[in-house]
RNA sequence: GGCGCGGUAGCUCAGGUGGUUAGAGCGUUGGAUUCAUAACCCAAAGGUCGGGGGUUCAACUCCCCCCCGCGCUACCA
């Protein structure tokens, strides 16, 4: 394995249109966090990169919902994001966003000496652009009357009638989906990279070159994209919000936002390294190492290393430790169902107790598959491990220490063997450190494979361990016949109090810093970060130093306590103010009474139902209409089983031109009700009619 | 439907290249103990290793089929 000198951390730029949840933590910023201050300690040269994303569509309509402008709406949840990961105690050595002037500078330049090399494909072509909107409209928000068979309402894309595909400028007397209006054509040119021709050097430098370093999800997640085939993608929008295109003919143009969100990682080193940022970037003994979640393989596996190819002298990612997604008390994760625990509301409601989040996010860490998240495991693991076994251990140490020695190290000289119980002494203890050394050497090679969750095991094993040895050699028996061996089993218990201070913090930083106050070791712990090289147990303690006053490093958690947060997820939001997806879709353009009238909706029953071969969301279906049976297809197979719709009454379009999907045609089209989650529930009359009764 | 990743004790997870009684932590039960937040220590019970075939002297570990979870992808008019 290549030996490097430094190394640059990133952890995937957090999108601003909501707050942070125990989600995004899990996957990717503690661990990251975790990693980067095991290097740290460890004495490697490193930098811990992370800022927010700003640009994209989702943004503008994040941004219009409420009423603001992007700038306004970014800069409320960036400082929010900025903020959480303060109080959470996640030490980047910067967090940025990509509202930066030096992001855009940075982008613009990556942008054109992709540019300069002619890699890009550029495309020009009219499109249809709304005036009223000012914007540039996507071929299915544009209809118009069919070329072929007439068809008034026709899609940009395709024909509903005649099942002819199209394309907008065919149509005759376009319309705006949005605005209503006739939009006009408008030459427009666009970027594309030519991901494609990079197809043979991915299939080397991955699927060749990191099948046995990289984690198998995100392996086989890049084999799979590769295998696919790779095409030209569009890295330009028509968009008033986001990064210019730096070209006299790239003008009213943004890049688009997954080009220029990772180069993001580069600005926000160039903001905190100005003068020497190009070590961290492009420099061959530099290791790249990205933390995301597995929503983000392919982009940091597949594309953004294509752009680094290609704009040259860039490193390449060495390893991309993706982790899988968090559930949350058996459900996935929703924003807009406020089915989420945020991380602003988890310190608000639990002060001082970041280190028992972390613990809990760590010891369940999705790092091979999805996890699950429960109030009553976090309880658990606070209770019986954090406190019964860690809290605990150091508290008893402590207390000893106390009893016996007015809080002074005792001295830990040899101990002659010349009697049983001393000699069991000696050997309890050889087996402890035999043990804990054994413990540290796999803890840190679980950290150097991005096994956290290992990791973290490892370290409370020295607590068990420390635990088992005070069992063991039961020190307050021998207190009233033999001193000596007292002292020598306090000193040992003591230092490995002190390497349990040590070995926690990559993990638990605010109770590593409360032992270390606990053990009043300031000033005598220069030597200390020796333990991460050498990779075993140190001497951290001098004989006679005077510890600190004894105090529970954790408090339990009571069952009121996470009944209180199990209600919390029960009920939605109250006051609107975590909800930024939720909203109603916009009213659409006016109709006439005879654009209502072309349709002919009729109510029919439901004769057959049965599952479309290879397809997960068509049934199809014989419906009685009153006129005739006939057969329709419906994607709604995510939402009933064909057995519950047979004898059903449904609404449907009768009179909507035949369309054909995988080969059957379909002869209508059935109404259903969507909402927020996608969700669909047909709509029916609320009492049985004949089929065939229309709708008006 | 195609592709990828998973499906091991109540819970969270380990189990290179197949080989004696399948492991750990937490939980449960019993015991021991009192320095400690009834914590710690010891012990036990708990698994047809998703299901079914096959290869093999021998499979959790290899092959085939199926089922379930998650993700990407096609079909949602």
């Known amino acids: ?310 704009a040259g002298k860039y490193i390449l990612p060495d390893n991309v430790p993706a982790n899988e997604f968090l559930n949350l008390e058996g459900e996935k994760i929703s924003t807009s169902r406020n089915h989420a625990v945020w991380l602003h509301e988890y310190l608000e409601d639990f002060p001082g107790r970041r280190d028992e989040l972390r613990y809990t996010l760590t010891s369940i860490s999705p790092e091979t598959k999805d996890a699950d998240f429960t109030w009553k495991d976090y309880q658990s693991k606070v209770n019986s491990e954090l406190s019964a076994i860690l809290g605990n251990f150091v508290n008893r140490v ?55 969750r290992e990791a973290q095991f490892q370290m409370m094993n020295l607590c068990r361990i420390g635990n088992k040895f005070l069992a063991d050699t039961e020190p307050w028996k021998l207190a009233k016949e033999d001193m000596e061996a007292v002292s020598c089993i306090l000193s040992y218990a003591l230092t490995v109090v002190g390497n349990i201070a040590i070995a926690c913090e990559p993990f638990l930083p605010d109770t590593a810093q409360n032992i270390k106050k606990q053990l009043n070791s300031t000033g005598i712990d220069t030597g200390w970060n020796a333990f991460w090289k050498k990779a075993e147990l140190i001497e951290p303690l001098p004989e006679s130093h005077q510890l600190g006053k004894a105090e529970l490093l954790f408090r339990n958690i009571e069952d009121e306590e996470i009944e209180k947060q199990i209600n919390k997820l029960k009920k939605p939001k109250a006051v609107e103010e975590v909800k930024p997806e939720s909203a109603v879709k916009p009213l659409k353009e006016t109709i006439t009474i005879d654009d209502f009238t072309k349709l002919d909706i009729r109510v029919g029953t439901i004769l057959t139902a049965e599952k479309m071969e290879k397809s997960d969301k068509l049934l199809k279906f014989t419906i009685d209409t009153g006129i005739d049976k006939r057969t329709v297809l419906s994607g709604i197979a995510k939402h009933y089983t064909p057995e519950e719709m047979v004898g059903k009454q449904v609404t449907l379009i009768a009179n909507l031109a035949p369309r054909k999907m995988m080969g059957i045609e379909s002869q209508g089209m059935i109404l259903m009700a969507e909402d927020a989650d996608g969700k669909l529930r047909l709509l029916q009359p609320n009492e049985a009619v004949n089929p065939g009764a229309t709708v008006s």
């Open 1 to 310: 394995m290549k030996k490097f000198k430094r190394t640059t951390v990133t952890a995937a730029l957090p999108y601003a249109n909501g707050p942070l949840h125990i989600g995004h933590v899990a996957g990717a910023y503690l661990p990251a966090d975790t990693y980067v201050r095991y290097l740290r300690l460890r004495g490697d040269d490193i930098v811990f990169i992370c800022g927010s994303d700003e640009h994209g569509v989702a943004i503008t309509l994040g941004a219009k919902k409420e009423g603001v402008s992007p700038k306004a709406f970014v800069d409320k949840y960036h400082n929010l994001m900025k903020k959480a990961f303060q109080d959470f105690g996640i030490g980047f050595d910067i967090y940025s966003r990509t509202s930066q002037p030096v992001h855009y500078e940075t982008a613009q330049e990556f942008f054109k000496t992709i540019y300069d090399q002619g890699i890009f494909l550029e495309e020009t072509s009219d499109q249809y652009y709304d005036e009223q909107e000012g914007i540039f409209l996507a071929d299915r928000y544009i209809t118009g009357t069919c070329p072929k068979c007439g068809n008034t309402n026709a899609y940009g894309d395709q024909c509903e009638k005649c099942g002819t595909s199209l394309s907008p400028r065919e149509l005759i007397n376009p319309r705006s989906t949005v605005s209503g209006n006739t939009p006009v054509l408008k030459p427009t040119k666009h970027w594309y990279f030519p991901l494609d021709k990079y197809e043979s050097w991915l299939k080397e430098w991955i699927v060749e070159g990191h099948k046995d370093d990289w984690k198998t999800n995100v392996y086989g997640q890049c084999k799979s994209w590769i295998d696919q085939g790779l095409q030209p993608r569009s890295i330009t929008r028509d968009l008033a919000w986001g990064i210019p295109v730096p070209l006299a003919e790239g003008k009213g143009k943004v890049l688009y936002v997954w080009f220029d969100a990772p180069i993001g990682y580069i600005s926000a080193t160039k903001e905190l390294k100005p003068n020497d940022w190009q070590k961290y970037w492009q420099d061959n003994d530099t290791r790249l190492i990205h933390f995301i979640g597995k929503d983000n393989i392919v982009f940091h596996c597949v594309i953004f290393p294509s752009m680094l190819k290609a």
């Open 398 to 452: 402590m207390v000893l220490t106390w009893k016996y020695f007015d809080g002074k190290v005792p001295s830990a000289h040899e101990l002659p063997g010349t009697n049983d119980h001393r000699k069991r002494i000696l050997e309890k203890y050889q087996q402890a450190h035999n043990d804990l050394n054994a413990s540290v050497k796999e803890m840190i090679s679980a950290l150097d494979d991005f096994r956290f």
